[in-house]
């Protein structure tokens, strides 16, 4: 997964979120936040770029504090396919599986997957 830090790339990245409405909501909010200064030290994540097929925003790990803190550790997630969602909960480190977490997201399918991923990992998910 890539970080975007770049303010073009954050702003173009937010232009296209917007004509995706409603479903980018949840991190399309965190987007413009980074962009204009991320007060709450978050981080937004793409699968590649300019051609995303995941975007992923979270809060800096340096910036986690209580493994087990689930709100600390709010993940919020758009996806153009579901083979991309179901990449990034199985095999990338940008969602760290020794942590309690929760994933926002307004799409079908995101909540299958991550009971599909959590099963076949033997873990309980809330």
Known sequence: MLILRCPAQLQLLEETLRKSL??????????????????????????????????????????????RDY???????FYRDEGALQALLEGTEAVTQGRAFQIMGMQDGLDEAVQDVASARGLKVE
């Open 71 to 77: 709100y600390t550790n709010q993940l919020s997630v």
């Open 22 to 67: 409603p479903a980018t909501l949840p991190v399309l909010g965190t987007v413009m936040t980074v962009a204009r200064g991320n007060p709450a030290s978050h981080e937004v994540l793409v699968d590649s770029w300019p051609h995303f097929g995941i975007v992923l925003t979270r809060l800096r790990p340096e910036d986690h504090k209580d493994p």
